[in-house]
C-alpha cells in the first residue's frame, strides 16, 4: 500500500493516463505490425483460423512449385517433339527425292549382267551383229526399228540365244514397254523372228510386226525337229494384209515338229485377212504353262485365236482369253484342212471366249486320223453371246474324236450344256483383266545403289540417328515422358487429387522407324510409310501431351487463385486497418494530452493548500 495519498481527481485522471497509455502501446504494435491480431490474445478465434488458413496456403505452395516442375517437365516433352517432326519431316523430303528419281539404269548395269558372252543392245546394227555373233543373252536397250527386212530378213537366233528386254532382270522405273523391237516387211514366209536352234528364250519385249504379203508371214516362228523355245511376258502387236487369200497369217506359229512353251503374260492383238494369235502346225506343239495369262484379240476376219493343223497340238494349262470380230472368226479351232490334230484342256485352264462364231471347234479331217477335242474335268470355260457371259467347269472327262470328213463339231454357248456335262460357277479373273491389273498396279522396282541414292539414304539414316539422340536428351530433371516415363502431379495436402501423366514411347524402333536400306522402290516407299506413321503418333503423342499440359495449367492457376483467396481470408482476420489505427493513435495522444491537463488541475488544488503554510 502506497504511504502517498492521492486525491480521488488525481487517482481518476491517472488510471485514465494508464488505459490511454495501454491503447496507445496496443495502436503502436498494430500500427508497427499492421496487425490487429499479433497473438491468440489478441483475438483466439480469429488468430487460429487465419493461421489456419495461412497454413493451407503454404502447403499450397508447395504444390504450385511441384505442379511448375511438372509443366516444365511437359514443356520439355513437347520442344522434343516439335523438334523430332521437324526431323521426320527431312528425312520425308530425302525419302521423296528418292522415289521420284528412279529411272531405267545405265546400259553399264545391264553389261555387268550379261556378262561377256551377252551384249546390250540400241540399235538395229547391234541387235543384228549380237544375234548373228551368237551372243547368249541380249538385252535391248530402248526401242529398235529394224526397218524394212524385206531384203535382209528378220533375226535368225542362234543355239541357246535369249533375246529380252532390261525387265527380264527386274522392274525398273520407266521400264515398262522400254525394250521393243519393230519391222516392216513385205515378202512371203518371212518372220520378224525365225527360231531353227534349241534352247531359245524370247522374253520382256514390245514386238511390233507389220507384213504387207499378200501371202503368208510370221511375227515369230519355230520349228525344226526337236528344237523348243521358250516365249513369255511379250507384248506384241501385229498388222497385215486385209487381201483375201487361203495362206495364214501368224504371230507365233510352231512349225514342222518344233514345240513351244508359253509363259507369263502374253498380249497378242493381229488385224488382217486370216490373222491368227497361236498357231500349231505339222506335227508341232504349243503349251500354255498354268502360270501363263494370254489375251489374243483378231481384228480381221477369218482371224483366229488358237489354230491347229496337220497333225499338231495345242495344251492348255493356264488362263486363255480371247476376243474376234469379223466373220469367220472362230476362238479355238481344230484345222479341217488335215487330220490328226489335237486340242487338249487341263482341269486347270480357265478360258473365256467372246468370238464371232461359235467357240471351240473341232473341224472334220481330211481322212488321215482323227481330230481330237480333250478337255478334263474341273477345268473352267466361259462363252460370250449377245453381250451375255455364262461361267461353266467341266464335271467330268470330255473327249471328241472327229472323224468325220464332213461334219464340224463345235461347242457355243448355245449347246454347252447339252454337249458337256458341265455346271455353272462363279465369274473369275480372265486373262485379260489380270494383265491390265498386272500392268496398273504399283510395281517394286529395283533402285540401282549410285553415289547419289547412297547419298541420300546416308543422310536418311543419320536423321534418323539424330532422332533418336533427341528423344533422349528430352529429359527434365531425370524424367524423360518421351521414353515412356510417367510424371504423377500432385494438386491438394492430402495428396487425394493428382495427375498421372502417362510418358509415350516415341523412339525410332517403338513408332517404326528402320534405317534405309534403298534397293528397291518398294524400300523406298516403305521408308516414307514409317515416316507418315511415325508423324502421326508424334502428333498423336504431342496431343496426349498437349491435354495433360492443359489440366496441370488450369489446376496451377486455380491453386494459385485458391492461396490468394486464403491469404487474403487471413488477412481479413488479422490485419488492422492502418486508416484507422492511425486515427485511433491521434485519437488516443488527444486524449493523453487532455488526461495530462485534467491531472495538472487535479494537483492545483494540493498546491493551493501548501500556499497557505
Request: proline share 0%.
Amino acid at each position: 500500500m502506497s504511504d502517498i495519498s492521492l486525491t480521488a481527481s488525481m487517482r481518476s485522471n491517472l488510471l485514465s493516463l494508464q488505459q490511454i497509455s495501454k491503447l496507445q502501446d496496443q495502436t503502436q504494435l498494430r500500427l508497427s505490425t499492421g496487425l490487429k491480431v499479433n497473438s491468440a490474445i489478441d483475438n483466439p478465434s480469429s488468430y487460429y483460423t487465419a493461421s489456419s488458413l495461412t497454413n493451407r496456403a503454404d502447403d499450397l505452395s508447395a504444390l504450385l512449385d511441384a505442379m511448375s516442375q511438372g509443366i516444365q517437365t511437359i514443356k520439355a516433352a513437347t520442344e522434343g517433339i516439335e523438334t523430332a517432326e521437324e526431323l521426320i519431316k527431312q528425312m520425308k523430303a530425302i525419302a521423296e527425292q528418292v522415289s521420284s528419281g528412279s529411272v531405267v539404269p545405265e546400259k553399264s548395269y545391264f553389261e555387268k549382267l550379261v556378262g561377256e558372252n551377252g551384249a546390250v543392245v540400241s540399235t538395229a546394227d547391234e541387235l543384228r551383229a549380237a544375234v548373228t555373233s551368237g551372243k547368249e543373252t541380249i538385252c535391248v536397250y530402248g526401242n529398235i526399228d529394224l526397218g524394212d527386212i524385206s531384203a535382209t530378213g528378220g533375226l535368225k537366233l542362234q543355239e541357246n540365244q535369249k533375246l529380252v528386254g532390261v525387265n527380264y532382270f527386274g522392274n525398273f522405273s520407266g521400264g515398262e514397254g522400254f525394250s521393243g523391237i519393230s519391222a516392216t516387211d513385205s515378202v512371203y514366209s518371212h518372220a520378224m523372228i525365225s527360231i531353227a536352234k534349241n534352247g531359245c528364250l524370247v522374253s520382256d519385249l514390245s514386238l511390233n510386226y507389220e507384213n504387207s504379203t499378200t501371202d503368208e508371214a510370221y511375227l515369230i516362228r519355230v520349228q525344226g525337229t526337236g528344237v523348243v523355245a521358250d516365249l513369255q511376258n511379250l507384248d506384241i502387236k501385229a498388222s497385215f494384209s486385209d487381201v483375201v487369200q487361203e495362206r495364214n497369217r501368224s504371230v507365233i506359229v510352231s512349225y514342222n515338229t518344233a514345240t513351244i512353251n508359253i509363259k507369263g503374260d502374253m498380249n497378242i492383238e493381229v488385224s488382217g485377212y486370216r490373222g491368227i494369235g497361236i498357231h500349231s502346225y505339222n506335227k508341232s506343239t504349243i503349251n500354255i504353262s498354268q502360270e501363263a495369262n494370254v489375251n489374243i484379240k483378231t481384228s480381221g476376219s477369218n482371224g483366229w485365236g488358237i489354230y491347229v493343223l496337220s497333225n499338231a497340238s495345242v495344251n492348255i494349262l493356264g488362263k486363255i482369253n480371247i476376243k474376234t470380230f469379223k466373220d469367220g472368226s472362230y476362238g479355238i479351232i481344230n484345222s479341217s484342212y488335215s487330220s490328226g490334230n489335237n486340242i487338249y484342256i487341263s482341269s486347270t485352264a480357265q478360258i473365256h471366249l467372246n468370238t464371232f462364231n461359235e467357240s471351240l471347234c473341232n473341224n472334220y479331217n481330211g481322212g488321215n486320223g482323227n481330230n481330237i477335242l480333250e478337255i478334263t474335268s474341273g477345268a473352267k470355260i466361259a462363252i460370250e453371246k449377245n453381250g451375255n457371259t455364262k461361267w461353266y467347269e467341266v464335271k467330268e472327262d470330255y473327249k471328241d474324236e472327229n472323224n468325220s470328213t464332213t461334219k464340224i463339231n463345235t461347242i457355243s454357248a448355245d449347246n454347252i450344256e447339252t454337249v458337256m456335262k458341265v455346271a455353272e460357277t462363279s465369274s473369275w479373273k480372265t486373262a485379260k483383266e489380270i494383265i491390265e491389273e498386272k500392268s496398273n498396279e504399283e510395281k517394286d522396282y529395283i533402285l540401282i545403289q549410285d553415289d547419289e541414292i547412297l547419298s541420300y539414304q546416308k543422310q536418311f539414316n543419320a536423321a534418323l540417328s539424330q532422332y533418336d539422340m533427341l528423344i533422349k536428351d528430352s529429359a527434365y530433371k531425370g524424367i524423360n515422358l518421351l521414353q515412356e516415363d510417367n510424371l504423377k502431379v500432385n494438386f491438394n495436402e492430402d495428396k487425394s487429387a493428382n495427375l498421372l501423366v502417362k510418358g509415350v514411347d516415341v523412339t525410332s524402333e517403338s513408332i517404326g522407324l528402320l534405317a534405309a536400306d534403298w534397293t528397291s522402290s518398294k524400300a523406298v516407299q516403305t521408308s516414307l510409310d514409317q515416316v507418315l506413321n511415325a508423324q502421326d503418333k508424334l502428333r498423336s503423342a504431342s496431343t496426349q501431351l498437349g491435354n495433360y499440359y492443359s489440366i496441370i495449367t488450369t489446376r496451377d492457376e486455380f491453386t494459385e487463385n485458391l492461396i490468394n483467396v486464403l491469404e487474403e481470408g487471413a488477412d481479413k482476420l488479422t490485419l488492422a486497418d492502418m486508416n484507422e489505427e492511425s486515427a485511433n493513435m491521434l485519437s488516443l495522444q488527444t486524449r493523453q494530452q487532455l488526461a495530462i491537463n485534467s491531472l495538472s488541475l487535479a494537483s492545483q488544488a494540493s498546491q493551493a493548500v501548501l500556499r497557505l503554510f
